[in-house]
């Protein structure tokens, strides 16, 4: 999908969101599973918080997004800080011509918005074919403890001076999906009048089964599920599921 103009919002409402977490989880794998290059593709890389992150980590990242304009904001980021981040535009069930890499990640729920099991099972192949025979393969998503119990229909509201927020969940076509309907007004600084923004966003999860069988069929091996940014195994009330693959 396309983000439009909840791209040029989407730093200013992610600004909590630990992306250290995920370099740390990212550099804790490569470490345990003896991962020596530093060839990384970081995809659904949205507007390049955690791809540049992890290039001052000291890898050689490469970022995919499915938006314009994600990508747009993540080159303006790179460039003003004078780092190196080749930027491609494509959707992951359909990579195409990127080379081979050393770790390969789809974090911050990214997958999720991958509405059929076609797509998600597509993505699996086309990671398996850019990823080193030594590769590794990190992902995650939201649990379906998550999906079901914390956003289905639920409304969440924010307010401050800039930007203002109501965010309705409502229950997907398919199973375990939710359709999150976002309503922002945003302050423009010349006027200080507020604009309105409306988006609706798509997601669905699988079972944690459910994803190993189609990893295993994609030609993976599967060495770790974990939940939350812990070592420890998912819980009936984990919210975000990590997946730790290399090609079998």
Request: charged share 25%.
């Amino acid at each position: 999908m396309s983000y439009h103009q909840f791209a040029y919002i989407y730093d200013y409402l992610m600004k909590d969101v630990p992306y250290d977490s995920w370099v740390e989880f990212v550099g804790n794998q490569a470490d345990r599973y003896s991962v020596k290059g530093k060839d990384l593709l970081d995809i659904g890389c949205g507007t390049g918080e955690l791809s540049l992150r992890l290039v001052k980590g000291g890898y050689s990242v490469t970022g995919v997004d499915l938006s314009e304009d994600m990508l747009f904001m993540a080159l303006e980021k790179a460039e003003k800080e004078g780092l190196d981040l080749p930027l491609f535009q494509q959707d992951m069930s359909e990579l195409e011509g990127l080379g081979r890499f050393d770790i390969i990640t789809i974090f911050c729920d990214s997958l999720n918005y991958l509405g059929t099991e076609e797509k998600v099972i597509n993505t699996f192949k086309k990671v398996r074919e850019h990823l080193s025979e030594q590769g590794l393969f990190l992902f995650d998503v939201h649990s379906i403890y998550k999906m079901s119990q914390i956003f289905l229909n639920e409304t969440f509201t924010y307010n401050d001076d800039e930007v203002a927020y109501i965010w309705d969940c409502f229950p997907g076509e398919s199973p375990n999906s939710v359709e999150h309907g976002l309503t922002f007004f945003v302050r423009d600084d010349e006027t200080g009048q507020y604009e309105r923004i409306d988006e609706i966003h798509h997601q669905r999860t699988f079972p944690v089964l459910t994803l190993k069988n189609w990893l295993n069929e994609a030609g993976f091996e599967v060495l770790e599920v974990t939940a939350d940014f812990t070592e420890g195994k998912p819980a009936d009330n984990s919210e975000r599921i990590f997946f730790s693959c290399k090609r079998k």
